[in-house]
């Protein structure tokens, strides 16, 4: 059937800026890759997952993600972010280790962000009867299995051009853990188990009037809080 989606979602992402290109051809090496970053911002990477699910086997998607993409107003540049820096995602014993073009010593040891992500979720009637929104998940993105300088140095390995100002994204940031998860797809297990609003509403997708609000932040004992704005998007209709 052709119409409207019926399972409208977000998908909350970190986002980079590419600052210095590269020429085409020339792949990015893994320990220069972040000299090409100019800053990370939020991402909500809209997507409708019935109009995906159609159309994955065998395109992938397409018109389930090409309608719109919302980004935090602040882009934060990986100098102010030092300070929060940790290593790389651990993987487990029984897992394939990275393959050389995307490993490096600094990577592993200094590669991931100590960044925290929430999403809020807040409805017409919540809104109508002035309530506070309803935090959905608390994560971090160093629970991401590739770091930055993977995904780009990855992206770039076939001798695509990268030009300032190219927007990448990080795909959603999940957790393991219940209350984690980055999307209302994971959280609800595709709808099986839907949230239940302050006003008793539930939600397996977004709805009309509902408003979606990520955020992120870096803080550690001895350094000023770092944040990253609020990243808002309303469904209209």
Avoid at 34 to 46: A, I, K, S, T
Avoid at 83 to 101: G, I, K, S, T, V
Avoid at 164 to 180: F, K, N, Q, R, Y
């Amino acid at each position: 059937m052709f119409g409207p989606s019926q399972m409208l979602d977000y998908e909350l992402e970190v986002g980079w800026f590419v600052g210095r290109g590269n020429e085409w051809g020339e792949p990015i090496a893994i320990a220069q890759a972040e000299d090409h970053v100019f800053g990370l911002c939020l991402v909500n990477d809209w997507s409708a997952r019935d109009i995906q699910a159609w159309e994955y086997q065998p395109l992938g998607p397409f018109l389930a993600k090409n309608f719109a993409t919302t980004i935090s107003p602040w882009m934060v540049t990986l100098e102010a972010l030092a300070p929060f820096r940790c290593a790389a995602f651990a993987r487990a014993a029984d897992e394939p280790e990275p393959l050389p073009y995307l490993t490096s010593a600094e990577n592993q040891t200094q590669g991931s962000i100590e960044l925290t992500l929430e999403v809020f979720l807040s409805s017409a009637q919540m809104r109508q009867q002035e309530m506070t929104p309803m935090r959905l998940s608390r994560g971090g993105f160093q629970q991401m299995y590739w770091t930055i300088a993977q995904m780009l140095t990855h992206h770039s390995s076939n001798g695509c051009n990268l030009r300032p100002g190219d927007l990448l994204a990080s795909g959603t940031v999940s957790g393991a853990e219940m209350g984690t998860q980055g999307c209302l797809l994971e959280m609800t297990q595709r709808g099986k188990q839907p949230v239940t609003l302050p006003t008793g509403e539930v939600r397996s997708f977004l709805e009309a009037g509902d408003e979606v609000i990520l955020r992120g932040y870096c803080e550690r004992e001895g350094y000023v809080r770092v944040g990253f704005g609020e990243c808002r998007g309303w469904v209209l209709n």
